[in-house]
């Protein structure tokens, strides 16, 4: 199984108070880290190696990943730093350490989701790997379209007729940030490849839970306690 790759660096401005001392992937759900059930969900499904690259409250997350390791799982920590920074370039100075293709995630989103499938999917040397989900706007801003089995992806401006959603799961490799600056958001890379028709796709049916507001922890925790 690839190694993975979780972003956890941001400042969670939209949750206020809540995350001023804790970063949002470790806001408690139902007595748990919110960050447990991602790494559970993804560990369960063979994952070894994970990397977080880290930024506000970095710390805390320390703290955290000291009291969960694993005996079977490798964590490792990367930082933000005056060089490489933004989520394309965390990414980036992780991937100089990866061999090979690896997942790339969010901490604060839980995603349903079939890793095996995905990997039957990826054809390696044709270019990255974005998981979508046919939102129709429900979620957020559709930001996908499909056309002739081609993805057209935008996140800097609105696509007339889009119905997807970037899910919030991919596949790099190191290759595919050559010739990208340190410091620049993933998403300009996905629709760089997008353009150049060389970002591949796969099709999640079911939805994904993030908890980047206040609305979000309560369906996520709805959810957990349903299940």
């Given at each position: 199984m690839y190694p993975l790759v979780i972003l956890c660096g941001g400042k969670a401005k939209r949750l206020g108070s809540l995350a001023s001392e804790v970063p949002k992937s470790l806001i408690e759900?139902?007595?748990?880290?919110?960050?447990?059930?991602?790494l559970e969900n993804y560990i369960d499904q063979g994952i070894k190696d994970i990397y977080f690259c880290l930024g506000h409250l970095s710390e805390k997350f320390e703290e955290y990943i000291e009291t969960s390791s694993k005996a079977e799982v490798n964590f490792y920590k990367s930082y933000d730093d005056k060089l490489f920074n933004g989520t394309g370039g965390a990414v980036k100075k992780v991937a100089k350490k990866i061999s090979g293709p690896f997942f790339v995630t969010y901490g604060d989103s839980y995603l349903d989701i079939n890793l095996k499938k995905i990997l039957k999917s990826y054809k390696m040397g044709k270019g990255p790997l974005m998981t979508i989900f046919k939102n129709n706007g429900q979620f957020d801003n559709s930001n996908c379209m499909l056309t002739d089995e081609r993805i057209i992806y935008s996140k800097s401006q609105t696509l007339e007729g889009a119905n997807y959603i970037d899910y919030g799961l991919s596949i790099f490799a190191s290759e595919d940030f050559l010739y990208t600056p340190n410091s620049f958001d993933l998403?300009?890379?996905?629709?760089k490849y997008?353009?150049?028709n060389k970002l591949q796709y796969y099709e999640v049916r079911k939805r994904f839970y993030e908890i980047g507001n206040l609305e979000g922890l309560k369906e996520f925790d709805e959810h957990?306690?349903?299940?």
């Open positions: 759900i139902n007595k748990k880290p919110f960050l447990s059930y991602i998403s300009s890379l996905q629709e997008s353009l150049e957990i306690r349903k299940i």
